[in-house]
């Protein structure tokens, strides 16, 4: 830079200032004629002044013939004429030989020109230093001074106005490079020269130099001067280029020249010039066409080929290329990259949105002028995504976030003299709700104080609210930023010093911006006003306000105060009412007007703190003081729900309410912030002191009741002496005086209640009086008699109502409760027995005892009772004692005359009771069974065979008595002879009964038999068994039946069971019976036998054939196979006889024949019948006859279709008589049912046999029949469907063969996942293979079956799989980020910029952004278990989808390596991670000066002992950065020692050894050593306070280090001096003690202040989610939330279910794979059609094109043409002609203008409005727009034909569709089969889907509410969780006692500071606080975000705690007696 603008140092002649004179000229020419001309150029001197004899000059020195039409121009264009040769052609000019004016040069040229500086270099050198230091980064204002230039340049466009910003760092296209190119009007070689010279501004551009504003004229005014006129002082791009880097390429070409005109001006040429003493303001400039970069040849400019070929299409444009950029420039540049855009966004703010700012949403757009400034800032990296922001784009400039942020606006105008103008806007920030809207400044925090402030003393810095201690005002001059010049306020804006219409805090609410035209100075650089705000505040300046556009004159202090109040009363929102309870009338207001209505509210929020309802509170300012509990508050209006507001009012109950029972409303503003909960409390306690407290009691006259007592029933209580005590211990009658009525006087009641089942009685109630001798006193009780619990209570109630509370607090009271229990036994009662009571059975005898007073009672002593009875004898075992008395086993003895037992008096008597006798009926029933009575009593009794006997039998108990009891049963069983009956009775109801059973019968007897009879019982062991003889007697009944047979008169026997053979067919008649008993004695046939004889061969029988003895004539069977079984039977009473015999039948002669198959009727095809075929002769009844002979076989023929009778086989079968026949099989035909016919003789039969399949020879596939061409598959998915095969014979018939091994041949390439294992062939032959998951490389494999069959190899199928990437698939991370980049300690990380790559590797896109996470460690080789982790960054609407960022991550505050690693969650088990990045944290830039170790408080003085003078010893003074991490190892310089007061006006300074000032000491390796003595007799005050400072000189520091300052004491006394360094000392070790504990406590309340915003935020998240819910009519309850909330969206989710398993149309057309993004699929799955009819219809008319795939480029349809051999068709988007697309939206035909031309018939409507698109709508409404045109959809063909009749009277006719499926073409052709659409199963599943059900996505809604609304009650719940720990810590006795430490340390710290003579500080020592200031760095983060990173420093884990932080936190588990500190003041 300086080179440039500095003098030369060589000699040149001064082009521009000598006068033109008739004297040689020296000119360089180049001839561009032609391209074969001299390239090079010609010097020729001329000294005459005309044109004729300069051209024939020319013409000889290049050899032109004189009549050659040529001409001469300037490099500018210009023709040298005769007009103008005197005045263009002057020394030392470059001159063009040309064709024509406009003809293109044909090669380069280079112009010699000079930029001497202009004298306003030493005219105006000193009027500003460049870019002075503002604390800010001039290097955006530098590219400023760019911009400016190309705002000017681009004044006069009338389109767009083009500024382009480029940042070329890509190392491989040359060395880093910044370019601003912009469309301006471009300049001339001579303009170019003029902004070569420095400091030659626009007003001087005149004389010799030529202007390229055509002379100065000032543009007219406009709104806030926004005329583009910014370009002034010829300085600010010469300063600009040669700050940003070491060299500056100009390229311009202006809009009228042909030509590009170059120059280049470097740092490198100038230095070079002057080394060999050549003139250095002088140049070529290059004049070249356009896009012709031959001469650039050096690689580090390899970039500006691709920047010049771009000039081809630009009419006229001017381009910077700066080169060289400075390295610290370009780090810059690239880190901070949106800091930097934001503040050119700035400055350029109202050239880029126009006079009103980026409103960003404003009611009406205005379309403003400004809408044609684009300025674009692209960056361009090595392997980076390029970055380009458009500055019209950037939301977050400073002056956007004022004007969006703003509620309301005040401008006004200032006038000066002169043509001055100023422009100002005010604008207003309200509070909302909880926080300031005032935006913050990330270059000027809010919230930091100064600490540039040289003061040293004292003082308190004022938060500024809002604002902060920013100015109002920012300036702008001609529309554009000054950005170091800001105006802080003007007197009528200014807070004022007594309260004013509005809260102070309103005025730091407000932001403003003044626009000055270019009447005032601003300095070359534009960067500051040189006199702007004098002018403004000079008492002449008049300010007017601007309303609706009008000036207003009047009071602009009274106009701003009124609107600042207005914006306050509008807009604030600082009180939060919330739990809303209702609206109401207030009449205790005296104005009706203000009685109604008010809203009542339960809580409210103010200054960060919860009031409600029951609240302890103090006022301030009332009169008095008031104490109470908040019982409501009260806003004015009618208000429904939380609210913000400004004010209102309080109502609270004054406490304690015991004495004040009154209510008080007042002003919400008047409760006491400050005062502690504690407090109010001690105060209320203090007055309830003083109420009645306690009852005192005591037992004067013994009989004392103690608590919980047990006393018998009767027994006394003694007489009761009561005392009222107060909480003070002091004995009270009456209740103390209150100012609200007089005392009372106190009486005490006594009660004694019995707590009942029933409920509580009160048995006795008396009240007492204070007496004389005893205050109060209740007499003895004695009639307490009743069992039970007891309670006497004492209360104290009020004389006059006998309340027993006072103003709702209870009185004294005193319970003392007691039992009632019985007393000793004194009678008895006999209790219930247990009956039945049997004779002989012992029984029990329960007795109750009872006390006095009839209470049951106990036995306690042995008593014998005596038991009498008449007619009884009585015995017992023995009585039992405790609380159930009964006298046990208790047996009597006696006669009962029946069963039902007998009446008797029974006496027991209890000796030594004082009641002995009870006498009470009992009734005795008969024992249990003893013995068995039977009657009749002989013992051999006589019976007949087959008749029975009956027994009577008695049941006896012991006594004799007849006995019954259950289950009584008697058994008689009889001995001698087998199947005898068993007899038995039940004798359970009388005790008795008859015995009998069923008859005796024994078998074949032939005389007289005798038997045994026992009878017993058998469930009565104990009753012994009666036995009897039975004789019994032969029966006369039949007893034998005999069948006979007569043939002629003999008679043949028929014996049981015999077999007779007889002719089938045939009848046996003579059959003929007789019947014997059992003494064999014949018996003759009565009528009455013969009506017991039956027969089972006929039904009918005749009765007097029977009665001559004679059988019915039997029928033989037909066949020899049905045996005829006949029966004759008898049945009578007594016996049951029968007889049969077997009837055979024999075959007859033949008849026909029969054919039988032996085995299987299946045969297979090609193979012969295995099984044999038997051929048999039969009778006319089927039955074999046997007479055949081998001779039959001649006469056998066998036939069939399709029989192959080459090997057929005829044998006869000697052993069956039969004919077999073998060989059978058929030819090759239809498989089935095939039937033999066999013939024989005259006869013939017919047998059925099955041909079935023939042995499996191969496999084919089901369903599978396009396998010729490859089956395309994407890579780790299933085939569309599963794999089937089938066993199939030779000639392709289905094999049912089972259980047939089927195995996958591949390559090692491919893996298979099956779902079926089993490959095995099933019955049917088929084997399920199941759905198979191809993972295989990209390309086509085959799959091979293997099956063997009888170990014969099958012929198998071959499948072809055309495998596809996985789109979907993520296989890696891809991460970019800068490089380059360096990672300083604290700052922000380069953007890292992650997409995630799928198999095919493309971006995988509609990733959700929680899936990625950033994790970083400090380096180490695993990662550790408490890694941080780094959410994903918003997705800019700039950036291309799928790519991830992580931006503004801050960098770790410690120096060292760490390991970043980026994660993709997949699912739950797996995550994707990226490789590890491992970056080396370095320091960050020097911030302060500080010691090693904090050295303690020097306490010196001047004596001569050295230990008294040293001021420090050994004191390593480094330089750290901001945090704490040592830097400037490679500084060199020196540390500068100075002695300072703190008072400037004192001249009495101590003095170092040597009597000198100052001492120097050498600064080297980041460090100095300092020791420093104080001299000998030194200057100095005693015992005071001065500073020992140390300055650093670093000269290697762009920005110079704050000195550091070390306080020491200074005294002349040596023995006062070491009683003052003890207590410094001690003051050190309280300071630093003190800064800890209140950087804990702050932090602490940080902390739960945050927690409570969260508690907030999840409240309002949660209500909102609830009312949200409320509109599908879900209401949640209050209890049990997250189960009722997981029930209904488990019920949810199975109704979502259910409604999709409904049945719904499909198509089952299978789909093409997506294997590439660009393939969206097949027509018929692009869209859906609910309408069944329309759906059929649109489907057959689109059915050519269903299996169509669809794609979005022509290439991936030709893919797909190749992958399928060109067997599927494609249809590529690309390749539509769009402008043939219907209008998607075009109203139907018969609609015009909006109007019906006639009335339709039949519902018409477009087809495609009919269509859903599930994806892709825009591409799918291209498709079927395309597709269907205006094809229309109507009803049926006679409304379809009504419709084209209309509709072709004006207009052309679409195709019509019927959903009844006619269609009518729309050149009107319909009918017959091509024009009828077949029914929807004939579609063959190419047709429309129909879409998913909307309940569905109303299910979906619901579900997702649900989901959110559970997490944010699970978050709601942990947050309170969370907050509701921190507040129990802040309570806990721990914290308690740090808060007490720390007020006493703070009491002994400013007693300490009193005595050694200092100012008492409140504030902690600022250097010891320093390391702990979590300051932000000045880098671009947001102040949310320095919030949070505080929260995180003071709140992370300890792995990322800094060394300060955690000597903090040792220093708090630390003894006070062990901190040293130093005593320094710390400004406010």
Not at 866 to 874: F, K, R, V, Y
Not at 1245 to 1265: C, E, H, I, M, Y
Not at 1325 to 1344: F, K
Not at 1792 to 1817: C, E, M, Q, S, W
Request: glycine share 6%.
């Amino acid at each position: 830079m300086a080179a440039a603008a500095g003098g030369s140092s060589g000699t040149r002649r001064p082009v521009l200032l000598t006068p033109r004179g008739n004297r040689d000229r020296t000119v360089f020419l180049f001839d561009r004629r032609r391209e074969q001309a001299d390239p090079g150029e010609k010097v020729l001197n001329y000294g005459k002044d005309n044109y004729r004899g300069f051209r024939s000059a020319v013409c000889q020195a290049f050899g032109v013939p004189d009549d050659e039409n040529f001409v001469i121009t300037t490099t500018s264009r210009k023709e040298i004429t005769e007009d103008n040769f005197s005045k263009l052609v002057e020394d030392g000019i470059t001159l063009y030989l040309l064709q024509s004016v406009d003809q293109m040069l044909l090669s380069a040229t280079k112009e010699r020109i000079d930029f001497l500086p202009h004298y306003d270099t030493l005219v105006k050198s000193g009027m500003y230093e460049y870019y002075a230091s503002e604390g800010q980064n001039p290097l955006p204002f530098a590219l400023a001074e760019l911009i400016d230039n190309s705002l000017s340049a681009t004044s006069r466009n009338t389109g767009i106005r083009s500024i382009q910003i480029k940042l070329l760092f890509d190392e491989s296209q040359g060395k880093s490079a910044v370019a601003v190119i912009d469309n301006g009007r471009g300049m001339t070689s001579k303009q170019l020269n003029n902004w070569a010279v420095y400091r030659l501004s626009k007003f001087t551009r005149q004389g010799d130099f030529e202007s390229d504003h055509s002379g100065y004229v000032r543009p007219l005014p406009v709104p806030r001067s926004l005329n583009s006129d910014i370009s002034y002082f010829g300085v600010g791009g010469k300063q600009a280029v040669f700050f940003v880097g070491q060299s500056a390429r100009m390229i311009s070409k202006p809009a009228e020249s042909q030509d590009v005109h170059e120059l280049v001006l470097s740092k490198e040429d100038f230095e070079k010039k002057e080394k060999n003493k050549e003139a250095i303001y002088s140049g070529y400039i290059q004049n070249r066409k356009p896009s012709d970069s031959s001469h650039i040849t050096s690689d580090d400019e390899r970039f500006l080929h691709n920047l010049i070929s771009e000039e081809r299409d630009k009419e006229s444009f001017t381009a910077v290329i700066i080169t060289g950029v400075q390295p610290d420039h370009m780090q810059y540049l690239k880190n901070y990259f949106h800091l930097w855009t934001r503040q050119l966004a700035h400055i350029y703010h109202y050239y880029i949105h126009g006079p009103k700012g980026n409103e960003t949403s404003p009611a009406t757009k205005d379309i403003s002028p400004f809408n044609n400034i684009d300025i674009q800032i692209s960056m361009f990296e090595k392997g980076k995504v390029p970055k380009i922001v458009n500055l019209r784009e950037i939301k977050d400039d400073m002056q956007t976030l004022y004007i969006n942020t703003a509620a309301d606006s005040f401008e006004f105008k200032a006038h000066f003299e002169g043509d001055g103008v100023v422009e100002g806007i005010i604008r207003y920030h309200p509070f909302l709700y909880d926080k300031e809207t005032y935006p913050d400044d990330p270059c000027f925090p809010s919230k930091l104080n100064d600490d540039d402030d040289d003061d040293e003393d004292d003082c308190i810095i004022v938060e500024k609210g809002a604002r902060g201690k920013r100015p109002i005002f920012e300036c702008f001059w001609n529309g554009r930023l000054i950005p170091y010049t800001t105006v802080e306020d003007f007197d009528w804006c200014a807070p004022p010093k007594k309260r004013g219409l509005a809260p102070i805090e309103c005025y730091n609410r407000i932001s403003g911006a003044l626009f000055t035209n270019d009447k005032f100075q601003v300095s070359t650089n534009k960067l500051t006003f040189m006199d702007l705000e004098l002018k403004l505040k000079d008492k002449n300046t008049l300010f007017t306000r601007i309303f609706n556009g009008q000036e207003q004159r009047m009071k602009i202090d009274r106009e701003f105060a009124l609107w600042l109040k207005d914006c306050h009363e509008k807009y604030d929102k600082q009180i939060k009412f919330t739990v809303f309870k209702g609206v109401t009338t207030r009449t205790d207001l005296p104005s009706k007007r203000m009685q109604s209505p008010w809203t009542i509210y339960a809580a409210i929020e103010w200054d960060g703190k919860t009031y409600k309802t029951g609240q302890l509170v103090k006022t301030v300012k009332t009169l008095p003081i008031f104490y109470g509990t908040i019982e409501k508050f009260f806003l004015y209006g009618d208000h429904d729900g939380d609210i913000f507001a400004t004010g209102g009012e309080v109502q609270i109950a004054l406490e304690p309410q015991a004495l004040y029972a009154e209510m008080k409303t007042i002003p919400i503003s008047k409760l006491d912030r400050t005062v502690p909960e504690k407090a109010v409390k001690k105060y209320i306690e203090d007055e309830m002191a003083r109420l009645p407290d306690k009852l005192s009691v005591t037992w004067p006259e013994g009989d004392e009741l103690l608590p919980n007592e047990t006393r018998f029933a009767g027994a006394p209580i003694g007489a009761l002496r009561i005392e009222i005590l107060n909480k003070k211990g002091e004995a009270m009658q009456k209740l103390p005086g209150t100012s609200h009525g007089g005392s009372k006087k106190l009486l005490v009641e006594l009660k004694v209640i019995l707590h009942s089942p029933t409920g509580n009685k009160e048995i006795i109630s008396h009240i007492s009086q204070h007496g004389g001798k005893w205050p109060y006193w209740f007499k003895k009780m004695e009639n307490l008699q009743k069992l039970g619990n007891y309670t006497l209570k004492l209360q104290v109630v009020l004389n006059e109502s006998n309340a027993d509370t006072y103003a709702g607090r209870p009185l004294p009271s005193k319970i003392f409760k007691f039992t009632i229990i019985e007393g000793k036994p004194e009678k008895f009662s006999v209790g219930l027995l247990e009956l039945p009571l049997q004779i002989g059975v012992p029984f029990n005898i329960p007795l109750e005892l009872q006390d006095e007073f009839g209470h049951a009672t106990q036995l306690t002593t042995s008593i014998k009772p005596i038991l009498e009875a008449s007619g009884l004898t009585l015995q017992y075992e023995g009585i039992t004692t405790g609380t159930k008395c009964v006298i046990k086993g208790v047996t009597a003895k006696g006669c009962i005359n029946s069963c039902q037992g007998k009446n008797f008096n029974l006496k027991v008597t209890l000796p030594g009771l004082k009641e002995d006798t009870q006498i009470f009926k009992i009734r005795l029933h008969p024992g249990p069974p003893h013995r068995l009575k039977v009657k009749p009593d002989s013992e051999i009794l006589k019976i007949e065979n087959g008749t029975a006997f009956p027994f009577q039998v008695e049941v006896l108990d012991e006594s004799g008595n007849i006995t019954a009891q259950p289950k009584l049963v008697v058994h008689c069983k009889f001995l001698g002879a087998s199947n005898l009956p068993v007899y038995s009775v039940d004798c359970s109801n009388a005790g008795k009964n008859i015995l009998t059973g069923p008859v005796i019968h024994v078998q074949n007897i032939k005389k007289d038999q005798v038997l045994k009879a026992r009878i017993e019982i058998l469930n009565c062991k104990d009753v012994p068994p009666v036995d009897k003889i039975i004789k019994l007697l032969p029966s006369s009944h039949v007893a034998r039946l005999q069948i006979l047979s007569m043939d002629g008169q003999k008679a043949i026997q028929i014996k049981h069971q015999d077999e007779i053979n007889w002719v089938a067919g045939d009848v046996m008649c003579n059959l003929i019976f007789q019947m014997y008993d059992e003494g064999e004695r014949e018996i003759h046939v009565t009528p009455a036998i013969a009506e017991k004889i039956k027969v089972n061969w006929t039904p009918q029988i005749n009765k007097e054939q029977l009665i001559q003895g004679l059988l019915p004539d039997v029928k033989v069977p037909t066949s020899v196979k049905d045996v005829r079984y006949c029966l004759i039977t008898y049945l009578d009473d007594h016996v049951s006889l029968e007889s049969a015999f077997t009837v055979r039948p024999l075959p007859d002669e033949p008849k026909h024949i029969k054919c039988k198959l032996k085995g299987p009727n299946t045969l297979q095809l090609g193979e012969e019948l295995q099984s044999e075929i038997e051929v048999m002769l039969t009778d006319q009844y089927g039955n074999q006859v046997q007479s055949a002979t081998s001779a039959c076989v001649n006469s056998l023929g066998v036939s069939a279709p399709g029989l192959d009778k080459s090997n057929l086989k005829i044998t006869w079968q000697e052993s069956t008589l039969t004919m077999k026949v073998q060989g059978i099989r058929f030819k090759p035909c239809l498989l089935g049912s095939k039937e033999l016919c066999f013939a024989w003789r005259e006869f013939s039969d017919f047998l059925r046999l099955n041909l079935t399949a023939g042995s499996p020879a191969k496999l084919q596939f089901v369903d599978w029949p396009e396998l010729e061409k490859p089956v395309a598959v994407i890579n780790g998915r299933e085939l569309q469907k599963p794999l089937i095969v089938q066993l199939c014979d030779q000639w392709g018939n289905p094999t049912p063969e089972p259980n047939v091994k089927i195995s996958l041949i591949k390559s090692n390439s491919v893996k298979i996942v099956s779902s079926n294992q089993q490959h095995k062939t099933d019955e049917t032959g088929r084997a399920n293979l199941g759905v198979v998951c191809i993972h295989a490389p990209r390309g086509e494999h085959t799959l091979q079956l293997k099956a063997t069959y009888n170990k014969t190899t099958l012929d198998c199928p071959i499948i072809t799989l055309n495998v596809l990437p996985d789109p979907e698939r993520p296989v890696c991370l891809n991460v970019k980020y800068d490089k380059c980049s360096s990672f300083q300690a604290g700052s922000t990380f380069p953007d890292f910029m992650v997409s995630v790559l799928s198999e095919d590797g493309n971006i995988i896109r509609n990733i959700n952004p929680a899936r990625i996470s950033m994790k970083m460690w400090e380096a180490q080789s695993r990662m550790p278990v408490d890694v941080t982790v780094f959410s994903c960054s918003k997705v800019k609407d700039d950036k291309e989808d799928g790519f991830f960022y992580f931006r503004d991550k801050v960098v770790p505050e410690r120096v060292g390596t760490y390991s970043i690693q980026f994660a993709f969650t997949m699912d739950k088990t797996n995550i994707l991670t990226s490789d590890q990045i491992i970056v080396d944290v370095v320091p960050n830039d020097p911030v302060r000066l500080l010691p090693d170790s904090l050295p303690a408080t020097p306490a010196v003085s001047n004596v001569r002992a050295l230990a008294s003078r040293t001021l420090v010893k050994d004191l390593c003074l480094c330089v750290t950065d901001e945090y704490n991490n040592h830097t400037g190892i490679d500084l060199v310089g020196r540390i500068i020692a100075k002695i300072k007061s703190p008072n400037e006006d004192d001249t009495e300074i101590p003095q170092f050894q040597g009597k000198v000032s100052t001492v120097v000491f050498p600064f080297n390796k980041g460090k100095a050593e300092i020791s420093l003595l104080l001299a000998e007799n030194s200057p100095g005050r005693d015992s005071t306070e001065y500073i020992l400072v140390f300055e650093p000189d670093l000269p290697a520091l762009r920005r110079p280090l704050e000195p550091y300052r070390l306080s020491f004491m200074f005294y002349n006394d040596f023995k006062k001096q070491q009683q003052m360094a003890t207590l410094t000392k001690e003051r050190d070790q309280l300071s630093q003690s003190i800064g800890v504990y209140r950087n804990w406590l702050d932090t602490t309340n940080q902390l739960v202040n945050e927690i409570k915003c969260q508690v907030t935020e999840a409240e309002a998240k949660e209500a909102q989610l609830k009312s949200q819910l409320r509109k599908y009519q879900i209401e949640l309850p209050e209890e049990n939330t997250l189960q009722y909330v997981d029930f209904l969206i488990k019920q949810k989710m199975l109704d979502q279910e259910g409604v999709m398993k409904q049945p719904r149309r499909t198509c089952t057309l299978p789909n093409y794979p997506k294997g590439n993004q660009d393939v969206l699929g097949k027509i018929a799955h692009l869209a859906q059609i609910e309408d069944n009819e329309a759906a059929k219809v649109i489907s057959w008319h689109l059915a050519s094109d269903m299996d169509c795939v669809i794609t979005l480029t022509t290439e991936a349809a030709r893919s797909i043409f190749d992958e399928t051999q060109g067997r599927q068709q494609v249809l590529p988007l690309d390749s539509i002609y769009r402008k043939t697309l219907p209008d998607w939206n075009r109203p139907l035909p018969h609609l015009r203008n909006g109007k019906t031309f006639f009335r339709p018939i039949g519902n018409p409507v477009f087809a495609r409005h009919l269509l859903t698109f599930p994806d892709n709508v825009e591409h799918c409404q291209t498709v079927f727009g395309m597709l269907l045109g205006d094809t229309i959809v109507i009803d049926n063909l006679d409304a379809a034909n009504h419709y084209r009749k209309e509709v072709v009277k004006i207009a052309h006719c679409p195709t019509l569709l019927t959903r009844a499926g006619d269609r009518i073409l729309s050149n009107g052709k319909f009918g017959g089969l091509q024009n009828r659409a077949p029914p929807m199963d004939k579609l063959r599943g190419m047709v429309f889907g129909a879409p998913v059900p909307k309940l569905y996505s109303t299910f979906a809604g619901q579900i997702d509410l649900l989901q959110q609304y559970r997490t944010a009650v699970v978050k709601l719940d942990n947050v309170n969780k969370d907050l509701d720990l921190r507040l129990q810590s802040l309570n806990a006795p721990e914290v308690q006692k740090k808060r007490q430490e720390l007020a006493e340390q703070e009491k002994s710290l400013k007693l300490i500071e009193q005595k050694l003579g200092m100012t008492p500080s409140d504030k902690v020592t600022e250097s010891l606080l320093q390391p702990v200031m979590l300051d932000m760095p000045d880098t671009p983060i947001p102040p949310k975000r320095m919030r949070r990173e505080t929260m995180k420093k003071l709140y992370c884990s300890e792995e990322w705690i800094s060394s300060t932080a955690k000597k903090q936190q040792q220093l708090l588990q630390t003894p006070t007696s062990e901190l040293n500190g130093t005593p320094r003041k710390r400004k406010a």
